[in-house]
């Protein structure tokens, strides 16, 4: 197993997880407002009990959202300020892609529909779709937008033998409508974002050679990019 760094601060808690050694070790705290100057004395805490140093990280991954826009900030930028320091690459993940990944290894479903509450009455949308290599694998793209104004791609076929996943889907109704899908009566649920599957999940993703130079780390807020349907 890589020596891996994982670090969570655009969720509720703040938390760290170490691979090394084939064992994960975790630290976490429920002080999110604190996360800067938590995370640092975690993760110096979890290098201490594994007995590795820095430099011996093949890899930092971290949260790169959506989320907290202060606590992706703050992750990224521990993650940049690491990895440059050391000339450790970093691994930014989609939380929602983590999220449906951790749904998936606990569910019998094939797809997980993602949606999270974002500011403004929006929520943040996602479709993935289970992967043996990959994890998950994305279908169409990431959104934000207000529940009748959601998008599901036609393109990769019609969702089946799905969940749902996340705390956004307070008005079903809508989104079921903006999705084309019967809904209903869909199982859902709003996991805690497990750290030992994100650990996982970032191994699966690094031995794709999805990590990049510390430098290129960004963060993952997706109203940037997002294409709002007409």
């Given at each position: ?77 521990i ?5 440059l ?6 691994l930014p ?33 996602a ?9 998950v ?6 959104q934000v937008?207000?529940?009748a ?12 033998n ?69």
């Amino acid at each position: 197993m890589p020596n891996l760094l994982a670090i969570d601060t655009a969720s509720a808690n703040c938390a760290v997880a170490l691979a090394a050694a084939d064992k994960v070790l975790f630290r976490s705290t429920s002080t999110a407002r604190h996360a800067a100057q938590s995370v640092l004395p975690m993760i110096e805490d979890l290098l201490t009990e594994a007995a590795i140093g820095l430099p011996q990280l093949e890899a930092i991954a971290v949260l790169a959202g959506p989320g907290s826009f202060t606590g992706i900030r703050i992750g990224i930028g521990i993650a940049q300020g690491l990895g440059l320091a050391n000339g450790t690459p970093v691994l930014p993940l989609s939380t929602l892609a983590v999220m449906a990944y951790s749904a998936l290894q606990a569910m019998d479903a094939q797809e997980a529909l993602v949606s999270v509450k974002a500011r403004d009455e929006e929520v943040y949308f996602a479709r993935y779709r289970r992967s043996s290599r990959q994890g998950v694998e994305l279908s169409g793209q990431e959104q934000v937008a207000e529940p009748a104004a959601l998008v599901l791609d036609s393109q990769s076929g019609t969702a089946t033998n799905f969940v749902l996943v996340g705390d956004g889907w307070e008005r079903r109704d809508e989104m079921a409508t903006a999705l084309r899908l019967d809904i209903a009566d869909a199982a859902a649920v709003d996991p805690e974002l497990n750290l030992s599957e994100f650990v996982q999940f970032a191994l699966l993703r690094l031995a794709l050679g999805e990590a990049v130079v510390a430098e290129l780390a960004t963060p993952n807020y997706v109203k940037e990019n997002m294409l709002y349907a007409s």
